[in-house]
C-alpha cells in the first residue's frame, strides 16, 4: 500500500520539470487513514520545495498523517526554508522518505533533525525508481 504512495510522489515530482532546475525534482503527497489528503512538487527555482507545497495545500489537521517525500527533506535555509524544520513544525509525526540527499549540505541531516524532534522517519521506499528518474537531477543545485 504505501509503496502506492511513494509512486504517487515519483509521478507528480515528473511536473517539476524543467522549471524546478537545477534544484531537482521532488514529489511530496500527504497520506490519512490510506488516503491522499494533499500533494506538492518541487517549484521554479527559489520557490516553494514540495514539502511547503503539500502542506500549504492543506488545512486539516495533521493528526495521523505521513508525508511520502521522493528526497530527504532540506535541512538548512538556502533559497527557500529548511523543509526538516518545516514538516516538524506542521505537527507531522512520521515521513517515509525514498531517497538521501547526495547534496553534502543535506546528506542525512534533514533525516537527523526530524529524528531528534522525534518524528519517526523511514528511507529506502522505491528507491531503485526514484533513483532512476532523480539521479541526473542530484548534485548540481
Ligand atoms: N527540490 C527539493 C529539495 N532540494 C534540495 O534542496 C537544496 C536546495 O535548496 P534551496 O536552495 O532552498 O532551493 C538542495 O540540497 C537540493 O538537493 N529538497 C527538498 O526538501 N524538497 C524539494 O522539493
Do not use: W
Not at 527555482?45 to 530527504?72: C, K, M, P, R
Not at 533559497?79 to 525514498?98: E, Q
Amino acid at each position: 500500500m504505501s509503496e502506492i504512495f511513494m509512486l504517487r510522489a515519483l509521478q507528480i515530482s515528473k511536473s517539476a520539470l524543467p522549471d524546478c532546475t537545477p534544484n531537482p525534482p521532488v514529489g511530496c503527497v500527504l497520506v490519512k487513514n490510506d488516503f491522499i489528503v494533499s500533494e506538492g512538487f518541487t517549484q521554479a527555482i527559489g520557490g516553494n520545495h514540495a514539502e511547503v507545497q503539500a502542506l500549504n495545500s492543506y488545512s486539516g489537521s495533521t493528526e495521523n498523517i505521513t508525508a511520502y517525500v521522493t528526497l530527504e527533506p532540506c535541512s538548512y535555509v538556502g533559497r527557500t526554508p529548511a523543509c526538516a524544520n518545516t514538516l516538524i513544525n506542521s505537527g507531522i509525526k512520521r515521513v517515509v522518505v525514498s531517497m538521501l540527499d547526495p547534496d553534502p549540505r543535506n546528506s542525512g541531516k534533514g533525516v537527523k533533525i526530524l529524528e531528534q524532534a522525534g518524528v519517526q522517519v523511514e528511507i529506502g521506499l522505491c528507491n531503485d525508481q526514484v533513483i532512476h528518474f532523480l539521479a541526473p537531477y542530484l548534485g548540481k543545485s
